[in-house]
């Protein structure tokens, strides 16, 4: 089997390590070390840091399943609610050590960086546009109630789940979880 390029071998230990350290505690040593590549070739591959943030909020993007949202053989309500327990099982696994990425990058550098705020916009905007399908598509085949917008529903579940992942950290309990499946799937999307 061909070994991974030294790129991409950079790539993954960089969304293993900002996902499990955050982006502060992650030098790019951390990274190189953990690549098994000597740290000045990071250097031949991204201009800095921040630009390798950038491509690891996209590969952590392209890992969230969100096809299962669009996939129209399930059910539009079943697939909503696997994408949420693929997510949640995601994060059991991990033992309420991680949240999102997407989530935890915004809070640590999307302030203090506009290409990392751009990317995290960019990323909860698709995963926005790909649960509001599915919940208009959950809309008129009556699964769930049309009395508000399909668009402003998945606002609000990507937040209360964001938050969600806050509180399992918080918790190190599955608590929180089972909170969100309650409130969003047996009474706001009912």
């Known amino acids: 089997m061909a070994r991974a390029s030294l790129r991409e071998s950079i790539i993954e230990a960089a969304v293993e390590r900002f996902h499990a350290r955050g982006y502060a505690a992650t030098g790019v040593k951390d990274i190189t ?16 840091k921040e630009a390798l943030a950038v491509v690891a909020l996209e590969r952590y993007g ?3 399943r969100l096809d299962m ?3 129209e053989t399930v059910a539009p309500l079943v697939r909503v609610r696997a994408h949420f327990e693929f997510l949640r099982d995601e994060n059991l696994a991990a033992d309420f050590n991680r949240g999102c990425l997407v989530g935890d990058l ?5 302030d203090h960086s506009e290409a990392v705020r751009a990317i995290v916009h960019a990323s909860l905007t ?3 546009e790909a649960l509001t399908l599915a919940l208009a598509e959950a809309q008129r085949a009556g699964e769930i109630s049309r009395a508000q917008d399909a668009a402003t529903l998945a606002s609000f579940v990507l937040s209360a789940w964001e938050g969600t992942l806050i509180s399992t950290r918080a918790d190190r309990s599955a608590r929180p979880f089972e909170a969100f499946f309650t409130m969003v799937f047996g009474v706001l999307l009912r």
């Not at 070390?33 to 800095?48: E, L, R, T, V």
């Not at 915004?106 to 999307?110: D, H, P, T």
């Open 33 to 48: 070390d953990a690549a098994g590549a000597p740290k000045g070739s990071f250097y031949n591959h991204f201009a800095s």
């Open 62 to 64: 392209a890992s969230r």
């Open 69 to 71: 949202l669009r996939d």
């Open 106 to 110: 915004a809070v640590e550098v999307a």
């Open 126 to 128: 698709h995963w926005r």
